[in-house]
């Protein structure tokens, strides 16, 4: 609403008079940020580039030619963690997946593209890409998640078929696992890892992914940080990205994707953002040595930064056309 033009002369002269010192402050710290940002935008850019969580050179090789044919980012993210979905032998994402502790294997996912837009899937059954799914809800539906039943018939609807995705070697993992049923997450141990994907394609756009099958013998009803916008994943075409990976309860009390592409906006490096993402968590959680949490980002100019509570975590890197596995640095130097 318009206000009298004397009212806001006055308003503005008030501010000025009592809070002076304070409007100069934050005017200096949006010097800075822009400062920041104009360094991204002027540095020359090391482009296209792929990083994902953990040793998945078959979807991140898949994801670059996706980019190398013109695909965009986020299209090339689909492709890429698709191939790790499809991938029955792997028990973390898609078909496969170890089940909760009902014996159903619930999926989660989530993407966001360049444009600040996204899509996500929760405790979704019987469906083997719901990274795809969750394309279509950002771009078919006016919602931006959808659980359960409602994801599988929506998933169904749009062309997907139903599977059956309790492969006979998970059933035997979870079978074995009742006769104790004791729940303890095993670090770097596949039971609660999950596949995060950045993506820059040759023009400077940004988008990301997360799939998981979350973790292993969880709660029926357990949702994780994987599909939540913030904590397993978040993109800022003007900054940069970053995804998470391991126990997603202690990523969603710091909001660490979104921590580190605001870290990275104030002008940290995607490696510093990161390992400051790691060490809020260290800082709040007095038994970090019981699980781990890695971090992967990216900033406009292709520089990537990996960082972990504990050794044992790596991450795939698509860049320059080599596609390179690297154990990144971690916190915990005990032992």
């Not at 949006?30 to 953990?54: C, G, Q, R």
């Not at 999926?107 to 444009?115: G, I, Q, R, T």
């Not at 099958?213 to 900054?239: C, H, P, Q, T």
């Amino acid at each position: 609403m318009k206000r009298r033009k004397f009212i806001q002369n006055a308003a503005l002269g008030s501010v000025g008079v009592t809070l002076g010192p304070t409007a100069m402050a934050c005017n200096e710290t949006s010097k800075k940020e822009f400062s920041a940002l104009k360094d991204i935008e002027d540095s020359k850019a090391t482009l296209p580039v792929v990083i994902a969580t953990w040793n998945v050179h078959k979807a991140t090789e898949k994801a670059w030619k996706e980019l190398e044919n013109g695909a965009s980012a986020l299209d090339a993210i689909i492709a890429g963690c698709g191939v790790e979905e499809a991938d029955a032998k792997g028990q973390t994402v898609g078909i496969g997946g170890l089940p909760d502790r009902e014996g159903r294997v619930t999926l989660d996912a989530c993407v966001m593209n360049e444009k600040g837009e996204y899509g996500a899937v929760v405790c979704m059954e019987n469906i083997m890409h719901p990274i795809a799914v969750a394309k279509k809800v950002m771009e078919e539906t006016p919602h931006v998640m959808l659980a359960g039943k409602g994801a599988e018939d929506f998933a169904v609807s749009q062309g997907f078929k139903r599977v059956n995705l309790l492969t006979d070697a998970s059933k035997k993992a979870w079978e074995e696992w009742k006769l104790t049923s004791e729940y303890q997450p095993i670090i770097n141990i596949e039971n609660h890892d999950t596949i995060g994907m950045l993506a820059i394609d040759k023009n400077g756009t940004i988008s990301g992914g997360c799939t998981t099958s979350g973790l292993a013998y969880k709660m029926a009803g357990r949702v994780g940080d994987s599909a939540i916008i913030g904590s397993g994943l978040f993109v800022d075409n003007e900054v940069g990205a970053a995804t998470a990976t391991g126990l997603g309860e202690e990523v969603l009390k710091t909001v660490g994707s979104f921590l580190i592409v605001e870290l990275m906006r104030q002008g940290k490096s995607p490696q510093e953002a990161c390992e400051e993402a790691i060490k809020r968590i260290i800082k709040n959680t007095p038994n970090f040595e019981d699980f781990q949490v890695g971090y992967i980002a990216v900033n406009k100019k292709g520089e990537t930064g990996a960082y972990a509570i504990h050794q044992g975590f790596w991450t795939t890197t698509y860049q320059n056309g080599k596609n390179e596995n690297v154990q990144p640095g971690f916190y915990n130097k005990k032992g």
